[in-house]
């Protein structure tokens, strides 16, 4: 399975930005629908953000539309997260996660591959 790996998390001011990165080295995203997903203590994971393969479609959750920007760098093999205008309930455990050549709903936290997500705590 592909194994993917977030950075760029940490503790920000609420209004603060942050940009989140998720890399696979040595192997090539192109094809692959990648998913941000986060899930703050005692709820359920949710989908954030997700950029297709191929098309690189862009989907984001209602809560950060206008907010959050999702890209990716083919050359680099990663996929980018920016964060804008954050606030105390962004705070969560991020992660990404892939899926080749995935057509269903990509905020769904139901993807095969898994990084082992990085902490975004937003406080004054």
């Known amino acids: 399975q592909l194994q993917l790996v977030e950075s760029g998390g940490g503790l920000v001011q609420p209004g603060g930005s942050l940009t989140l990165s998720c890399t696979r080295s040595g192997f090539t995203l192109d094809y692959y629908t990648i998913g941000w997903f986060r899930q703050a203590p005692g709820k359920e994971r949710e989908g954030v953000s997700c950029?297709?393969?191929?098309?690189?479609?862009?989907y984001y959750a209602d809560s950060v539309k206008g907010r959050f920007t999702i890209s990716r760098d083919n050359a680099k093999n990663t996929v980018y997260l920016q964060m804008n205008s954050l606030q105390p309930e962004d705070t969560a455990i991020y992660y990404c996660a892939s899926d080749f050549q995935r057509t269903r709903n990509c905020l769904i936290p139901d993807f095969p591959s898994w990084g082992q997500g990085t902490q975004v705590t937003v406080s004054s």
């Open positions: 950029i297709r393969g191929g098309d690189s479609s862009r």
